[in-house]
């Protein structure tokens, strides 16, 4: 096993990307049905995408038409997550910075502000930020086991520029300069994944999001993954319960640096045909008991994806030509984002910047 770990085919850690002997040596069944689930959403998000854009097209130009001042409606989001006491080199422009936790190693008051300086830099008119499990100082349980003992945590701790709100359990709707206003929630909480010192953790058996997300909001922000999504399978299954529930327009998260990128969900039988399937899998080296039923079951779940697959390869064509195809069936779509800018295990920055539209 070693040979093959420092060949590259198997990984070393379950903090770092399964290969695809990984996969196959875990499950063939279930590594068929991530590849195919990945295809599936890959077109079918970027299908939605360009049906998006086609959507803006025509609207500025009716609007060109009718001689009406321009004013877009856009709402350009920036998300990032994980710097990990660094500085993220030319941030895109945008409306709303998100960043999603993990903005220091050790979570010190004066490592936190330095990075709260930087944000306050940047030129977006507003900026969310939540912790993450290494930004210790925010929660008192964490402090308390680094045995750091304060008599006023407001004025000891860092401090946010006006434009810079910060989010923990609650939320904050925004108006833009567009007079489009957005509704975002954030919360910290994340499943247990190391020392006591480090914030916000709950176990892994028992997770603390049932009916805590308002139904209403625009963009929810968290620290975990939802499980099966971005998430190297590390993810939070009550993160992914609340959010089938409330289906927010994009959920902006991090944690896991290898599952850096976009998805679109679509929060159909493909969707839950995959989750179902997937669900037997490792999470920190530890089994996690299949809810996916037996053989028969997982065969059915992995021939409803196959077929998916199929389907969405078939329709390129069709939505090259008319994406807002992908949009008849009346479903809705959620953009997922892990905004991890670690690049893996580096300890470097490397990712690319997030940039959702909405």
């Known amino acids: 096993m070693s040979l093959l770990m420092e060949l590259g085919l198997l990984r070393r850690g379950p903090w770092e990307a399964p290969t695809l002997l990984d996969r196959l040596l875990a499950s063939p069944v279930r590594a068929a049905a991530h590849y195919l689930y990945s295809w599936v959403v890959a077109v079918r998000g970027w299908a939605s995408q360009r049906h998006e854009i086609n959507e803006r097209e025509d609207a500025e130009a009716a609007r ?9 409606q856009a709402v350009r989001v920036v998300c990032i997550s994980d710097t990990h006491d660094l500085v993220v080199s030319d941030v895109p422009d945008g409306d709303l910075l998100i960043h999603a936790g993990d903005l220091t190693d050790e979570g010190t008051p004066a ?21 993450g499990n290494h930004d210790s100082w925010f929660d008192p349980t964490a402090r308390a086991a680094k045995g750091i003992v304060v008599a006023d945590a407001e004025k000891e701790g860092p401090q946010f520029a006006p434009n810079m709100y910060y989010l923990e359990h609650d939320s904050k709707t925004i108006e833009f300069a567009n007079g489009r206003t957005l509704k975002v929630y954030g919360a910290p909480d994340i499943p247990e994944c190391g020392p006591a010192h480090f914030s916000f953790q709950y176990p892994r058996a028992s997770p603390p999001w049932k009916d805590t997300i308002p139904n209403d909001i625009d963009i ?11 998430d190297l399978g590390l ?11 409330v289906r927010p327009s994009l959920h902006v998260f991090g944690h896991v640096h290898w599952g850096a990128g976009r998805q ?10 995959y989750e179902h399937l997937v669900e037997a899998g490792d999470v920190d080296g ?30 390129i064509p ?3 030509v008319a994406p807002g195809a992908l949009a008849e069936d009346g479903g809705s779509c959620t953009i997922l984002v892990n905004a991890g800018q670690m690049h ?12 959702v539209t909405l």
């Open 64 to 72: 060109i038409l009718a001689g009406a001042p321009a004013k877009s």
């Open 111 to 131: 490592d936190l502000q330095k990075q709260l300086d930087w944000l306050a830099s940047l030129p977006h008119p507003h900026k969310i930020v939540i912790c």
């Open 220 to 230: 929810l922000v968290t620290h975990a993954p939802p499980r099966h999504h971005l």
């Open 235 to 245: 993810g939070c299954a009550g993160i992914l319960a609340e959010i089938w529930r």
């Open 264 to 273: 679109d969900v679509f929060w159909d039988d493909i969707q839950l045909a």
């Open 286 to 315: 530890e089994s996690i008991p299949s809810q996916a039923g037996g053989i028969l079951s997982q065969l059915l779940s992995l021939i409803r994806i196959t077929a998916a697959a199929a389907i969405a390869t078939i329709m």
């Open 318 to 320: 069709v939505w090259l």
């Open 344 to 355: 893996g295990n580096t300890g470097r920055l490397g990712n690319s910047i997030q940039v």
